[in-house]
């Protein structure tokens, strides 16, 4: 007994290219992103990266040290009077701003949230 072979039914919708400023309408498969002129990865805009500045999270401390050093320094974060040491290396000068519980960019947001909700408090 022979049973019939399954074809594949074709799921071709009307989609627009999510190329930023094209906005065509094309039609193509369900997971398509973008149109004929965009599919071409040549045809489509480069994204630029953002790069922060070094010394918004970081100390950049100039030094002729020979030997490894070790310095105590407080937390740059408003509020944290928290005392840290920073082992200084000879011909490295970039070093952490911030004491370890205030290092994430979400643990920084958090404290000073948590500050700001205190003084509005009192």
């Given at each position: ?32 992103k ?38 105590p ?28 519980e ?21």
């Open positions: 007994m022979q049973l019939p072979k399954y074809k594949k039914k074709k799921r071709i919708k009307l989609k627009v290219c999510q190329e930023p400023g094209c906005g065509k309408e094309f039609w193509g498969h369900p997971i398509a973008y149109c004929d002129e965009h599919r071409d990865i040549k045809q489509r805009q480069k994204q630029k990266k953002t790069n922060d500045n070094i010394e918004s999270r970081n100390i950049i401390i100039r030094h002729n040290y020979t030997e490894v050093m070790e310095l320094f407080r937390c740059c974060l408003s509020n944290c009077k928290q005392l840290f040491t920073i082992k200084l290396y000879p011909k490295q000068f970039v070093y952490p701003r911030f004491c370890d205030h290092r994430n960019d979400f643990k920084r947001a958090n404290f000073i949230r948590v500050m700001s909700k205190k003084e509005s408090e009192e």
